[in-house]
């Protein structure tokens, strides 16, 4: 059974920075996409960021230049590094990894490409 435990959450002022890490287990790697995601209080989940085992990346477009999505296969874990961090970044984050087949024609931050998900870790900014 797939279990993604997500860490390094916490309280910041706005500027700071946190490095979030999501740690894998029972997870195969297969040629498929990985990523972190976001939902703030009265809002929807949106997509953060991903990351494909290739390498290939991609963000959304309010962290663009401030956050940056990395992995390290040999230890199964995908971290998210967040730079001059705003309030309105603050939200409970997921990771999430796809484990099956989807449509070639499916965003990589579409949730639904991923089948597996974390329990979310807390960021807080404070202005």
């Known amino acids: 059974q797939v279990q993604l435990v997500e860490s390094g959450g916490g309280s910041v002022q706005s500027g700071g920075s946190l490095r979030l890490s999501c740690a894998a287990s029972?997870?195969?790697?297969?040629?498929?996409?990985k990523g972190w995601f976001r939902q703030a209080p009265g809002k929807e989940r949106e997509g953060v960021a991903a990351i494909h085992n290739a390498g290939n990346t991609t963000y959304g477009d309010s962290v663009k230049g401030r956050f940056t999505i990395s992995q390290d296969n040999a230890k199964n874990t995908l971290y998210l590094q967040m730079n001059n961090l705003i309030p309105e970044d603050t939200a409970m984050y997921y990771c999430a990894v796809q484990t099956m087949s989807t449509s070639p024609t499916l965003q990589a931050l579409s949730e639904l490409r991923y089948n597996y998900w974390g329990q979310g870790t807390q960021v807080t900014v404070s202005s």
């Open positions: 029972g997870y195969r790697y297969s040629n498929h996409w």
